[in-house]
């Protein structure tokens, strides 16, 4: 989930998310251990009981049944890609084009509840995804757009495709599951303990 959340060359739990959670851990004085895996992955470690605190992710009313969430962390636009070679996509570009999002996740919602004439096309990550909509496998793609031009700096292809309509700006919070009220406090306070400058750093 670069440029949130990733592994390093070192083999080291690295990001955004990262950062801010180690500077809430400092704040708080409690020690955060990562777990790092798919979107999918870190959805059922939820659901399971592998993690106590989901690092960032978007509100909805399904997840709410299950989840309780923080106060907002972050704010993440998402928006439509297409080749270099079109016009920037729009939402009234998508009836009946193949649409390429991720599976499980808020945008593949949106576009469900607010676009039904498009045909969504689902992936597990983003990198695949990018790599259909060169080859013409699909014809836009739906994703968060710092995740999406990081993804595209990395494979070199940032030329290739041409960003369009920002459909939705999201807030990020953090999550527990539901029932764990005091867990909650301390996530909220900590991110409100973080100095305003050590948050722009991290940013």
Same mark, same amino acid.
């Given at each position: 989930?670069? *440029?949130?959340?990733?592994?390093? !060359?070192?083999?080291? *739990?690295?990001?955004?998310?990262? /950062? +801010?959670?180690?500077?809430?851990?400092?704040?708080?004085?409690?020690? $955060?251990?990562?777990? +790092? =895996?798919?979107?999918?992955?870190?959805?059922?470690?939820?659901?399971?009981?592998? &993690?106590?605190?989901?690092?960032?992710?978007?509100? =909805? /009313?399904?997840?709410?049944?299950?989840?309780?969430? =923080? &106060? *907002?962390?972050?704010?993440? !636009? =998402?928006?439509?890609?297409?080749? &270099?070679?079109?016009?920037? !996509?729009?939402? &009234?570009?998508?009836?009946?084009?193949?649409?390429? $999002? +991720?599976?499980?996740?808020?945008? @593949?919602? %949106?576009?469900?509840?607010? $676009?039904?004439?498009?045909?969504?096309?689902?992936?597990?990550?983003?990198?695949?995804?990018?790599?259909?909509?060169?080859?013409?496998?699909?014809?836009?793609?739906?994703?968060?757009?710092?995740?999406? /031009?990081?993804?595209?700096?990395?494979?070199?292809?940032?030329?290739?495709?041409?960003?369009?309509?920002?459909?939705?700006?999201?807030?990020?919070?953090?999550?527990?599951? @539901?029932?764990?009220?005091?867990?909650?406090?301390?996530?909220? %306070?900590?991110?409100?303990?973080? *100095?305003?400058?050590?948050?722009?750093?991290?940013?």
């Amino acid at each position: 989930y670069a *440029p949130f959340s990733f592994i390093s !060359p070192l083999g080291e *739990p690295s990001g955004l998310l990262v /950062d +801010l959670w180690n500077a809430w851990s400092e704040e708080t004085g409690r020690t $955060v251990r990562f777990r +790092l =895996s798919d979107w999918q992955g870190t959805l059922e470690a939820m659901r399971k009981g592998y &993690a106590d605190i989901h690092s960032g992710l978007f509100f =909805s /009313d399904e997840r709410d049944w299950w989840l309780d969430f =923080s &106060a *907002p962390i972050h704010l993440i !636009p =998402s928006a439509l890609y297409g080749p &270099a070679s079109s016009a920037s !996509p729009t939402a &009234a570009d998508l009836n009946g084009k193949r649409v390429g $999002v +991720l599976r499980g996740t808020f945008q @593949q919602g %949106y576009l469900q509840d607010n $676009v039904p004439g498009a045909e969504l096309v689902l992936f597990d990550v983003d990198a695949p995804m990018v790599l259909a909509l060169l080859k013409g496998e699909i014809d836009y793609l739906f994703n968060e757009v710092i995740q999406t /031009d990081t993804t595209l700096a990395r494979l070199g292809y940032a030329g290739l495709v041409r960003r369009g309509e920002t459909l939705i700006t999201n807030e990020l919070f953090a999550a527990v599951g @539901q029932g764990k009220a005091d867990l909650l406090d301390t996530i909220n %306070y900590g991110f409100e303990s973080i *100095p305003k400058e050590e948050l722009s750093r991290i940013e």
